[in-house]
């Protein structure tokens, strides 16, 4: 009988904690997708760690249309672009809402982005209009107050109409793009905005790249064509197949959380004690 009640109660731990999860998510995982769209329903996606699956995460309802993502000044959030790259939205994968759109200044050098990545270290965002870097003021949390665009400078090749995307490692920013028919991964100077070629994403001329996002929970930068995931090896710039047709829809940005917050873990600890607690106590029932 004793154990069969021990048992019980370890058995039960893992339904306990789904049930806890599946009522409202703990906290992100580290990587989200969104969708091409050009209104209606927005499917946003959630990334395995490591790129090994792709699930919906939410969806909403919306008239926009969809550019580019990046991670966020939130932790459980990220931003993306709307409406040809003119409006930022934030959007939170805890509570499942989206923000009101902010919009960039008229003044501004560059009034449509397209692409965007977010250094949480340094707590910038940078974006890319044409063949020049920029730095973004990061939304305030008031979207009546207009965003600027601050050239940070060329960078320095022509990547015609295909744009690839931007990710950061840290404070390191990377972007994949087309240039001269190859497609290739760059280090981009975030003082200059000058981007140096690290290497081809592939053999001929490359794997195409849509966005560019980093996985904190494997440690490892990941890639989206739009339809499969790959690993990007951050010296070579080589590409690594993870998940292909990852998505039926194409997905058109990536946008990378933060590290759980240290109070959310905490909680999460004490739930996980209470629960071990439990099942120690009805091992000692058991044994009476």
Do not use: C
């Not at 989200?32 to 959630?46: A, K, M, N, R």
């Not at 982005?113 to 977010?118: E, I, S, V």
């Not at 190859?182 to 290497?199: D, E, F, M, R």
């Not at 996980?272 to 091992?283: D, F, N, P, S």
């Amino acid at each position: 009988m004793r154990t069969d009640s021990w048992s019980l109660g370890i058995r039960s731990l893992p339904y306990m904690l789904l049930s806890l999860a599946s009522v409202h998510p703990m906290w992100p995982t580290p990587i989200y997708g969104v969708p091409q769209s050009s209104g209606g329903v927005i499917t946003f996606l959630d990334v395995a760690p490591g790129g090994t699956a792709i699930n919906t995460a939410f969806n909403w309802n919306s008239t926009e249309d969809v550019n580019d993502a990046s991670g966020a000044a939130d932790s459980n959030s990220i931003y993306f672009l709307s409406s040809g790259g003119i409006f930022i939205h934030s959007a939170n994968m805890v509570t499942q809402t989206v923000s009101d759109l902010y919009w960039f200044s008229g003044t501004a050098p560059a009034q449509s982005l397209w692409d965007l990545a977010y250094d949480r270290v340094g707590n910038k965002l940078y974006g890319t209009s044409g063949d020049n870097l920029y730095l973004v003021d990061v939304p305030s949390g008031d979207p009546s107050v207009r965003l600027n665009n601050t050239l940070v400078g060329p960078l320095g090749v022509s990547r015609g109409v295909t744009s690839g995307g931007l990710g950061t490692h840290g404070s390191d920013l990377y972007m994949a793009s087309q240039v001269g028919g190859v497609w290739g991964l760059y280090s981009v100077s975030t003082s200059t905005g000058a981007a140096t070629l690290i290497g081809p994403t592939g053999p001929g001329g490359g794997i195409s790249v849509q966005d560019l996002a980093w996985d904190w929970s494997v440690g490892e930068m990941l890639a989206t064509n739009g339809w499969n995931i790959y690993t990007v090896d951050l010296n070579t710039g080589s590409l690594t197949l993870v998940l292909t047709e990852a998505s039926t829809t194409r997905i058109i940005g990536l946008g990378d959380t933060g590290v759980p917050e240290p109070g959310t873990v905490s909680l999460i600890t004490i739930g996980l004690l209470g629960l071990i607690w439990r099942a120690r106590k009805l091992r000692s029932s058991a044994s009476i």
